[in-house]
């Protein structure tokens, strides 16, 4: 008989659920009022990680107060192979080179693992004397930002929808860990969608959509393709970017020429650059296919023809980029979008290897206002092991890096 677990979870409702596929709350067992990794039992775990791998995000509500050093541990319930090193490095990211050092990440000392994410100038935080931490909003990189008109009428848009990994010389992690500490208190926003529809979201809400959802809607065609492609990331590639600007959706950088010529990126290596496949396979449920492709950094696919064993190139950017957003673009839409609606004390656990997230909101104008800063933590952990290809045949790459 296996072992009775007392942790349990309930999907969030389906008014908030929609048709994502994604979100669930989890309730710690009795007694356990912060989750403890160490006094989880394994039918315990085993019900977190089914809550997770089925439902892509799950929060557990009222963790204020818990240890930063629990967060790493709590990560490894689902990636036992996780590295003790964040994605972004050991250290945060301050390369001005680097367009993920706009954020002002900070780390936080007793656990490395962890960053400082949010918005506002905080003193004497976690043994850091001064902290100043930016909200990035689209209007720093969408190609035509929102007017003021309206900006000042409370509509925003995702930032940019990616996974949390460098696609450099480490792979990504299973798993992200986000902990509120403050949020703004602030008035709704809005997004509006391409055919017109709006979705109401907390000021700050971190956004998701599933990257099985997103396969789901394309068409057998798509799908054949997708399950046969390889992706080859750029080079260096948040600083191949840089100078890049984003479609209004997020999900793509559509005019091509402002790139940072490879040449003159960092020192960089083939056998350290990302090459994942397009379609990953989910750790429990191993017949369910995630399209998981970060669409703003693509720069090269191969495609493997299985009736002639064919392999076909594709390495115009432009045209990369144009495909892949032609495929992603279906998922945009309200119903398919979970907008978290953080409350102090949420522990919000995502699968990185599941779903695209994006940054919402514009709170950069309110930095210095006392009750509209938004202070969060950030785990996010290199693994060790790249992602699963969900369809394997002879030459599919599953190193996680290019074999340019």
């Not at 590639?237 to 005019?255: H, V």
């Not at 004390?345 to 309110?366: A, K």
């Amino acid at each position: 008989m296996p072992e009775p677990t007392s942790l349990t979870f309930e999907l969030l409702p389906d008014t908030i659920r929609q048709s994502s596929a994604i979100g669930a709350e989890i309730q710690l067992p009795p007694g356990m009022p912060i989750v403890s990794p160490e006094e989880l039992n394994d039918a315990d775990k085993a019900t977190l990680r089914k809550a997770l791998f089925e439902n892509q995000v799950v929060v557990i509500r009222n963790q204020k107060g818990i240890d930063p050093t629990a967060i790493p541990k709590l990560a490894k319930v689902f990636d036992p192979n996780a590295t003790d090193i964040h994605s972004a490095g050991e250290k945060a990211v301050s390369n001005p080179k680097n367009i993920l050092s706009a954020y002002k990440a900070g780390r936080i000392p007793r656990a490395q693992q962890v960053g400082i994410i949010g918005s506002g100038k905080f003193q004497d935080y976690e043994g850091i004397k001064e902290l100043e931490v930016v909200h990035l909003d689209h209007t720093l990189f969408h190609e035509e930002p929102l007017s003021q008109d309206s900006l000042d009428q409370g509509y925003t848009r995702p930032y940019r929808w990616h996974m949390d990994t460098p696609f450099y010389e480490r792979l990504p992690g299973e798993v992200t860990i986000l902990h509120s500490i403050r949020i703004p208190k602030m008035s709704d926003q809005k997004i509006k969608f391409p055919g017109g529809e709006e979705k109401e979201i907390a000021a700050g809400a971190t956004a998701f959509f599933s990257g099985a959802r997103a396969f789901e809607l394309l068409s057998p065609e798509e799908q054949e393709f997708a399950l046969n492609t390889t992706v080859t990331y750029a080079p260096q590639a948040y600083e191949y970017i840089r100078q890049c600007k984003a479609s209004e959706d997020g999900l793509t950088i559509p005019t091509f020429g402002r790139e940072v010529p490879i040449e003159n990126l960092s020192e960089w290596e083939w056998n350290k650059v990302a090459e994942h496949p397009m379609v990953w396979r989910n750790p429990l449920n191993p017949e369910r296919p995630f399209l998981q492709v970060h669409g703003c950094c693509v720069y090269k696919l191969t495609t493997h023809n299985p009736q002639t064993g064919e392999i076909s190139i594709m390495d115009d950017v432009e045209q990369v980029r144009k495909v892949v957003y032609a495929m992603q673009r279906k998922i945009y839409a309200a119903k398919n979008i979970y907008a978290h609606r953080w409350e102090e004390g949420d522990l919000v656990i995502f699968h990185n290897r599941g779903v695209m997230h994006s940054i919402t909101g514009q709170l950069s104008q309110h930095k210095d206002d006392e009750d509209k800063r938004r202070l969060l933590w950030q785990c996010t952990m290199t693994s060790t092991t790249p992602p699963k290809p969900f369809r394997e045949y002879e030459g599919v790459n599953d190193t996680g890096y290019s074999k340019a």
